[in-house]
């Protein structure tokens, strides 16, 4: 808590942005950790080669907007938005409850002129970076195997920027009215259906009716069909719409988090 305390004031003292003192904590945090910083890129890369080109040489290719696609091809985008999901939420879920409830961090940080919504930006920038580093390690793993088909998957990782900054956003919010580490089983109950069908594994065509519609307003379809898009080098204006889906979500997580920061921390 000291090192918050003292990153403050000299950020303060330097008239430096408020919420890089959160970012700064954070990093010197996991700099004799950065092991436990990189779990989260593992999945999905062993999903990618246990699936996407183990059970791929099994499965015929799929037709994307016109391009013939094979199936870890297919895969591939898939995972690279769940990797920015599992990196914003790992910090802005599981990291925030353990600093709010336990550790007490943000009592320590709001002893010093830092504020609730320095707190919320802090932390969410924070996660997002570790969104971003799985992202694009994930990005030249893709690269590296042949599965990026055009130019445009130069956009891919900027757009998993914004499926971090939607899970960050929202994760943060709801940890905020969590009680027990109990609760984090309901993110759980969302995150892994959220991960099985959205269009992950296979095209959202194999839905019909209500249930596609579901599936297709769900935050992980949205940044799964942007960043597809982008890899195999055919954007539509649905890409359009999944982005200003995306920051909409993030920015609302972010301003409920930092409302929620200010009723728990300063009451």
């Given at each position: 808590?000291?090192?918050?305390a003292s990153a403050a004031t000299r950020a ?101 002129p830092l504020r609730p919504v320095d707190i ?148």
């Amino acid at each position: 808590m000291s090192l918050v305390a003292s990153a403050a004031t000299r950020a303060v003292a330097s008239r430096g942005p408020g919420p890089w003192v959160m970012v700064s904590r954070n990093f010197v945090v996991y700099r004799k950790s950065w092991v436990v910083f990189l779990t989260g890129f593992a999945e999905p890369v062993l999903y990618l080669f246990s699936i996407g080109v183990g059970v791929g040489q099994l499965v015929h290719g799929f037709a994307f907007h016109g391009h013939t696609v094979s199936y870890a091809a297919f895969v591939a985008p898939g995972m690279l938005a769940a990797s920015s999901m599992n990196g914003a939420l790992l910090d802005s879920t599981f990291g925030i409850f353990f600093k709010l409830r336990y550790d007490k961090v943000y009592d320590a940080a709001l002893a010093t002129p830092l504020r609730p919504v320095d707190i919320a930006w802090g932390e969410l920038t924070w996660s997002l970076l570790r969104a971003s580093v799985y992202s694009l390690g994930f990005l030249g793993v893709m690269t590296g195997l042949g599965l990026v088909s055009s130019w445009w998957a130069l956009l891919a990782w900027p757009a998993t920027w914004l499926v971090g900054f939607a899970f960050a956003g929202a994760g943060m919010a709801l940890t905020t009215y969590m009680k027990s580490w109990q609760d984090f089983e309901y993110i759980q109950l969302a995150v892994v259906p959220m991960f099985l069908f959205s269009a992950t594994f296979f095209p959202v065509t194999a839905f019909h009716g209500a249930l596609r519609w579901v599936v297709e307003v769900t935050p992980l379809y949205r940044g799964v069909a942007l960043v597809r898009e982008l890899t195999v080098g055919a954007p539509t204006a649905a890409s359009a719409w999944s982005a200003v889906y995306l920051v909409a979500m993030g920015a609302i997580g972010v301003w409920v988090a930092a409302r929620r920061f200010e009723r728990l921390l300063l009451r």
